[in-house]
């Protein structure tokens, strides 16, 4: 009666003692029907000693016996353990013997005995566990795969840092009955019951990828990074914002071709809706590049691969996808936290976006306004200009200031009350006379 483990590592196949140790057989076959031991994990491996697996939780104190799982099914409850089968001829003297780790006794009422943990032996001659734990089988196919688990690095508690699970069990043969109330699963899990934060067993930490492909991966990151970098300056509406696919992007041209010589031409391949060739905003002069945008990206497609190289004005054009969000930046903005405008358009612009509406510099501005752009501090035309309110007591504050700031100002210890401008006043009108008393004498 054998059993085949399909871990990590390599395939085990288990030969069980099912003559001398019924129950303890019993229980593991069945364990293994419902798929309870798929993609749990060694979480204890002791060099040369010991590899133990059989807790769903990965901790060393979980699991139970078939009995007791047949029942938590049920609603019921069950003991969690069973007793163990000690068989005195059954000993940890080859390598690769199985064991159930009996769990110890707490107290009256939580008996120890064997649940679902077992355990293969990693050396020879390991008397120390006879009489303390059920040997119930052996290892007879899987060595290499024994030498692998043996030479996994572990922490200080014995774990691997790189998980060793079973990925299946097979049972080649089975001579027990079903206990009663056993449901078979339909399939077997998925995910692994506990929640580890290891290495994968399918990860590898030291793998080394191409040059070629580890540098592509670079230039990934780094137009990520760039992308949203943009977009946090603001010169990108969104970081995974692509270009449109019906714009064609034309150079090379001659700086006396126009954008009806371009949009004649490129109509041929069909509707064009809007052909403009990139000038100099002072001078006006061509730069010699325009952008073409199709109705449709097959239109586009198709001038692509016709005009390439073609002979325009004397020269020799180059034709290629438009690579550029500029003008999707500049008149479109998909800001979710707005919501929809008023006065927004209906149907989206490149790539049939729906979500993209014509952006305004200001709140109160939209398409209707035109060219008015309503700046913040402008005042309208019609209306009359509001004038700040003041309250009396501001009122008089005021006049008080106005009247102390006409006021002359005394000089210290004047008795007579005459300020310095009616002394200056007097002296200006006592010259002319008394000149005229001086001529007179």
Known sequence: ?????????????????????????????????????????????SKDFLAQVGDPTATGTGGECIWSLIASQKGESAARYFTPEFVPRLKHKERGTVSMAVAPALGEEHKGGCGSQFFIT?????????????VFGHVVEGFETLDKLNDVFVDQDGRPFKDVRIRH????????????????????????????TRIAEDEDPLET??????????????????????EMVGDLPFANVRPPENVLFVCKLNPVTRDEDLELIFSRFGPIISCQVIRDKK?????????????????????????????????RIWVDFSQSVARLNTHWSNNVKMGPRPGGRGKGGFAGRDDLE????????????????EMVFDVPSSGRQRRRSRSPLRRDASKERSRRARSPRRRPGDE???????????????RPSRARYDRRR
């Open 1 to 45: 009666m054998s059993v085949l483990f399909e871990t990590s590592l390599g395939d085990i196949v288990i030969d069980l003692e099912t003559e001398l140790c019924p129950k303890t057989c019993l229980n593991f076959l069945k364990l293994c029907k419902v798929y309870y031991y798929n993609l749990n994990a060694f979480f204890n491996v």
């Open 122 to 134: 990693l050396g020879e001659n390991i008397e120390y566990l006879d009489g303390k734990h059920a």
């Open 169 to 196: 069990v097979e049972i080649l043969e089975d001579p027990f009955e079903d206990p009663p109330g056993l449901v078979v699963p339909e399939s077997p899990p998925t995910r692994p019951p506990d929640n580890s």
């Open 209 to 230: 990828l191409p040059e070629e492909e580890a540098e592509e991966i670079r230039r990934k990151k780094a137009a990520q990074a760039s992308a949203l970098t943009l």
């Open 283 to 315: 001078t006006g002069d061509s730069l010699q590049y325009a952008f073409i945008e199709f109705d449709k990206r097959e239109d586009a497609e198709q001038a692509y691969f016709k005009m390439q190289n073609v002979l325009v004005d004397d020269r």
């Open 358 to 373: 014509a952006t305004r510099r200001y709140r109160g501005q939209s398409e209707e306004r035109g060219r008015d752009y």
């Open 416 to 430: 007579s009350g005459v300020d310095v401008k009616e002394r200056r006043r007097s002296k200006s009108r006592d």
